[in-house]
T-cell receptor, first 109, second 117 residues
Framework: EDQVTQSPEALRLQEGESSSLNCSYT??????LFWYRQDPGKGPEFLFT???AGEEKEKERLKATLTKKESFLHITAPKPEDSATYLC??????????FGTGTRLQVFP | GAVVSQHPSRVICKSGTSVKIECRSL??????MFWYRQFPKQSLMLMAT?????????EQGVEKDKFLINHASLTLSTLTVTSAHPEDSSFYIC?????????????FGQGTRLTVV
């Protein structure tokens, strides 16, 4: 069964305290892995797409990496405005996206 | 990135009535759109895949007669919740994939908070 698991479920960081979010997946066919940010009451906002193991992408304080079994979203020196739920999703060969349950990140000043 | 607009953002309706939610791709054509449902503190669950000019494909357990999907043009898909009941209250989100260029990211609408009273 295709499955996407994110950890931790919730993460509290002090401003400036770097950390990493994990997305592990077990799927029959991977076409791509997506990271999204979701604020309360809003739709997901696209962050990154990763297509192959070893690929890395960066945007401001965020960096996403991909291996054959998992992806990490590294947050360097986070700020309070980085507080949100971060979702990862795996695109299957069938074109569907399977989402993880997300990591709720809170960054305190 | 591409823009997907969803309307309304919030709607309250009475039990037994129907509610229509619109999803538009504003700067690209979307032959395929997706409808998701999200419960509080849970992830997005795919309800159906909307195909322009043909019938939608529903996920297992989703009632197609209750959640009517119409994808009449390359920029518009609608989800109608028929005979709504309180258990249909949820956050509904649409997405569309932009196939221009090399990448195929899925972009999401702002979501619709449906409350059935």
């Amino acid at each position: 069964e295709d499955q996407v698991t994110q950890s931790p479920e919730a993460l509290r960081l002090q401003e400036g305290e770097s950390s990493s979010l994990n997305c592990s997946y077990t799927v029959s066919g991977l076409r791509g892995l997506f990271w999204y940010r979701q604020d309360p009451g809003k739709g997901p906002e696209f962050l990154f797409t990763l297509y192959s193991a070893g690929e890395e992408k960066e945007k401001e304080r965020l960096k996403a990496t991909l291996t054959k079994k998992e992806s990490f979203l590294h947050i360097t020196a986070p700020k309070p405005e980085d507080s949100a739920t971060y979702l990862c999703a795996v695109q299957l060969n069938t074109d569907k996206l399977i989402f993880g349950t997300g990591t709720r990140l809170q960054v305190f000043p | 990135g591409a823009v997907v607009s969803q309307h309304p953002s919030r709607v309250i309706c009475k039990s037994g009535t129907s509610v229509k939610i619109e999803c538009r791709s504003l700067d690209f054509q979307a032959t395929t759109m997706f409808w998701y449902r999200q419960f509080p503190k849970q992830s997005l669950m795919l309800m159906a895949t909307s195909n322009e000019g043909s019938k939608a494909t529903y996920e297992q357990g989703v009632e197609k007669d209750k959640f009517l999907i119409n994808h009449a043009s390359l920029t518009l898909s609608t989800l109608t919740v028929t005979s709504a009941h309180p258990e249909d209250s949820s956050f509904y989100i649409c997405s569309a994939r932009d196939f221009r260029g090399m990448n195929t990211e899925a972009f999401f609408g702002q979501g619709t908070r449906l409350t059935v009273v």
